[in-house]
Every structure is written in structure tokens, then in C-alpha cells.
């Protein structure tokens, strides 16, 4: 299926602001990009690079006052997203060495005094696929877009 996602944002500075936005999707194995539009008003020399987790930032100066950035992309995916209910729990020492950076701490995350709320969180949910499933139910009331 075809999806068409839009951004436009518009910023507004007291002095030049350095600055690294994400607003590129790549394509990967669960989307393809079709097209894209990525619009700079006023236009600024822009530098892109992949950052460790495989996101494409953009990194400019915003000058000082209003800029605007619009961002349109069309990207192919999956008519169904892709779930196993029946995924086990994969224990720490098996996980693939490239995933064990996301379970490192957060300086944003007192990691240390959250063990209350995880529990709350999955609830009963055995661990694997379900106790995912119920993150994944807990935090999307907390994501919104306006």
C-alpha cells in the first residue's frame, strides 16, 4: 500500500541556530520511498549523514528569523503489519551483539528507579512478543502529532 506522510515546520530563531533534523525516512526492508520532497525557505547549505541507529539526519544552520521546512514523502509498505504473537523471549546473553546498544542506559531515563513502572506496564504478559505487545499498547496514547 501506498502511504503519503507531510511535515511542515516552521522555525523561528534570535541568531543563527546549528541545528540536525530527521525527517528523511529511509528505505529498508519494511518501507520503500517512492518520492520525496525536502523544501528549505530560505534555503541553507545542508550536509546529510546515517547516525548509529541507521537514521537520516540533516544538519544545517537555521539563520536568524523564520524558516520553513516542508517535508512530503510517498513510501510503499506492507498492506499488514508484520506480527508474531507466538515470538518467544530471546534471553540477553542470545540477543545479536548489534542490539545490545538499545539496552543501554539513558541519561534521559533514571533506568534505575523504573523497574515499578515496567512491571505495571506488561502487567501478567509472559515475556516475549506479548510483553512487547504491551508496551507498544501502554505508550501510543502518549504519541500524537498536531
Keep these: 500500500m501506498k502511504l503519503k506522510a507531510t511535515c511542515s515546520l516552521t522555525v523561528n530563531t534570535v541568531g543563527d541556530c546549528p541545528i540536525v533534523a530527521m525527517l528523511r525516512p529511509r528505505s529498508g526492508q519494511a518501507q520503500w520511498i517512492v518520492s520525496e520532497r525536502y523544501d528549505l525557505q530560505p534555503w541553507v547549505p545542508t550536509t546529510e549523514y546515517v547516525d548509529n541507529y541507521g537514521n537520516l539526519c540533516q544538519r544545517m544552520v537555521v539563520p536568524r528569523g523564520d524558516m520553513r521546512i516542508a517535508v512530503e514523502v510517498v513510501m510503499q509498505v506492507e ?21 545490545l546498544l538499545f539496552l543501554l542506559q539513558s541519561r534521559y531515563c533514571p533506568s534505575d528507579k523504573m523497574q515499578e513502572k515496567a512491571l505495571s506496564i506488561v502487567g501478567d504478559a509472559p515475556p516475549g512478543y506479548a510483553q512487547v505487545e504491551s508496551i507498544r499498547a501502554w505508550l501510543t496514547p502518549y504519541l500524537y502529532s498536531r
Design 79 to 99: 498492506d499488514q503489519i508484520a506480527v508474531a504473537p507466538d515470538a518467544p523471549h530471546t534471553p540477553i546473553d542470545q540477543l545479536p551483539d548489534d542490539a
